[in-house]
DNA sequence: TATTTTTGTTCGATGGCCTATCTAATCTGA
DNA sequence: TCAGATTAGATAGGCCATCGAACAAAAATA
């Protein structure tokens, strides 16, 4: 049964709207906000004072006149309101990012994994701590937490499975409530670090795009139509087992030539070893390549050409505007391209092909963590999803 | 920008959710209704009083006890709510369907099609008034009228390209509106048979599916998250460019081993006329097959493997919970289901593979049409789309 | 200094949904 | 037969939402 549809829920809507309109827009006034929502001013008027209420919202104490008549004052999102947690937990590596509610980073933090669930929680929670002292604030200001894993969450929070990690059926939203004692979301990484593009990275006015990421698989994020589409189960987005090359590479899966044994990191590193050449992970690969090490160049192209075909037809499917890679695939990005573009000019139909575009994400490293931050963000702002009968 | 969020959307959207409640259970009380929706009942009374202001609803006379307390008396749509008129617009036929508003079908009706514009629509209304007068009715009971077109549409009903009828940057939707005289919802008839098999078909309950028709090409509609998703150009769905055999036969776009090259009724066809085996259209075909005729079938089962090739990517990267063959492809779909099966087995992810269900749709020739009766069912009853940022 | 201009607040109107109460219609059981 | 129990639906009042219009506030301008 989907929500109920009343005026609580209006308000919560817009409550959002301006809040997201305010993040995006930094320094508004009411009357901007009221042109970015098409809200009456008179509701904004009373929007933010609840917002105020809610410590989510300050005026700035002086204004701003434009030309003439009564200034403007500007509204921040401030620091005082509190601050977000966001988390990628990885076997290799527990990485920590704190922000404030508006997204701006605040300090970074970084420490080995582990296998064990309890040792990582208990690293987790101290990393936290520590990142916490560093950046002058305690407990009292963080709203909520938000966590990327590599695995399938259900709608719950509780992970289903995690080969990586080697976890199964672990309620770990739950876990991590009773850690933390504070509001804590979870997500896949790969589906956070989508959730991130979107609000804090270059996908913030593309309601259509295909995020890509590459590590020890391939992975991928659909948002579609403004929302991210988990699928039927909550598996959508396994690009990584695309066919590429018939009768290619032994995957993992028991199948042959599936995308992720040409362009996953591990793939990567692992051919790249078969022509005698020695990298320790993904940077020293981008480094060999900027170095004009010929092979490296040639292997990255080949793996954009694979990677472009499976994405070809990905776009002929969804008619995407933007295609994001990030991850370790953002780190050989610049020479992935070439391969996949011309993949992509020559499999895709022609107007598709054209209109959409392939780009390297900014977001680095932090990407899966503020995916992480932009899931705690929803978790107390967002309103409920409402379903009407439709097309 | 989107749709301001005040009370009247809140009614709007309660009204549809209870008229498509009613429609989904014929006969419920207003208990029932509140039950289905979640709405207090108190809401309900006055959204059912509206909707009979509207004459959308009537209560019948007679009412039926359950067991002990006041009977409840039963809601329906009555067929004196008006009637919807549902057109599929080829080139070589213009069919017409008239239902209820609850989607029952009074009458069909078919007729050669025309490649000139001005001659089909002549045509169309010719077609639509004898319809009318046919069951009885006259254009004073028509609600709406919606159109499924072998073409590509923008938002605004405007037809971008149709390449089987030669049609270019035709304004259909408004050049329909004013020789009907009545409002008009148009759309491409493969997304339109996929919105039919939602409202009426078998996907009832169903938020997640790929609906595939072949016809001259290959057709897809993706239905994800409840919703039909168009894409950012409103091509999302083209399937038949996927590429399933490498260095394949030579298709119309350019390029070898598309699908639509093997599993279209005009594929087919011809891969079946190589052989020497003549058959007008694909229901010969389908009467060969069921005489047991062993290369036909041999094509067929041929056929379904590279369609559950391509299905098998999108069902891992999409993880649908159901695949609808529709069109042409139902006629033949008892033929092709075998090969098809076993590609998706083989070749999907193992835990996506067991949960997809595959299936013949029902609706038959009329799915266009009925796709026509939910676009124009959703014209005069859906709300606005509203945006929320998230994830 | 008075006027103009623009921003933001407040008030009343309107219209949703929901709780509580009331009415209607039937069954139950003595 | 008839009073009570039971359930369906209607109605009234409360609450809360957006919105239009009038109002107050603050600065530039003439």
Redesign the interface.
């Known amino acids: 049964?989907?929500?109920?549809?009343?005026?609580a829920?209006?308000r919560q809507?817009?409550l959002?709207?301006v809040f997201?309109a305010l993040r995006?827009h930094p320094e508004s006034s009411q009357r901007d906000l009221g042109r970015l929502t098409?809200?009456d001013k008179a509701t904004i008027s009373t929007v933010v004072a609840q917002l105020q209420d809610l410590k989510l919202v300050e005026r700035s104490e002086q204004s701003k006149a434009r030309r003439v008549g009564r200034p403007e004052t500007a509204l921040s999102i401030p620091r005082s309101a509190g601050i977000l947690v966001g988390v990628r937990l990885e076997p290799s590596a527990i990485r920590v990012v704190t922000t404030t509610l508006a997204g701006a980073v605040l300090g970074h933090c970084q420490l080995a994994g582990s296998l064990d669930i309890d040792t990582a929680l208990k690293a987790l929670r101290a990393t936290v701590d520590r990142e916490l002292a560093e950046i002058g604030e305690d407990w009292s200001a963080v709203r909520a937490i938000g966590v990327g894993i590599p695995g399938l969450m259900d709608r719950s929070g509780r992970l289903v499975l995690a080969p990586n990690l080697g976890w199964r059926d672990v309620p770990i939203r739950a876990m991590l409530e009773e850690l933390f004692g504070c509001p804590v979301e979870v997500?896949n990484d790969t589906?956070a670090a989508a959730?991130a593009e979107?609000?804090f990275g270059m996908c913030r006015r593309t309601?259509?795009f295909i995020y890509v990421t590459g590590d020890s698989g391939v992975g991928?994020a659909?948002f579609?139509?403004?929302?991210?589409?988990?699928?039927?189960?909550?598996?959508?987005?396994?690009?990584g087992?695309?066919?590429v090359v018939?009768g290619g590479n032994l995957c993992g899966?028991g199948?042959r030539g599936c995308l992720e044994t040409y362009v996953s990191e591990a793939a990567i590193l692992r051919r790249l070893a078969g022509l005698g050449i020695e990298a320790a992970d993904i940077g020293a690969v981008a480094a060999l390549a900027e170095q004009g090490h010929g092979q490296v160049r040639d292997l990255l192209d080949e793996a954009g050409r694979h990677l472009g075909?499976a994405l070809s037809?990905?776009v002929?499917?969804?008619?995407?505007?933007l295609i994001v890679l990030g991850g370790n695939l953002a780190v050989v990005g610049a020479w992935l391209m070439p391969g996949l573009e011309r993949a992509l000019m020559?499999?895709a139909?022609v107007?598709?092909a054209a209109?959409v575009s392939v780009r390297v994400s900014p977001l680095g490293e932090d990407a899966v963590p503020m995916g992480g931050i932009?899931?705690a963000l929803?978790g107390f702002l967002?309103?409920p999803r409402?379903?009407?009968?439709?097309?």
């Open positions: 049964m989907s929500a109920r549809v009343n005026s829920l209006i809507i817009n959002a709207r997201h995006e098409g809200l997500d589906k959730i979107r609000l309601d259509d991928g659909l579609l139509g403004g929302r991210l589409y988990r699928g039927a189960g909550g598996f959508a987005g396994e690009i087992h695309t066919k018939p899966c199948r075909f037809n990905l002929n499917i969804l008619n995407p505007q020559e499999q139909l107007p598709l209109e932009a899931l929803d967002a309103p409402l379903t009407v009968p439709r097309g």
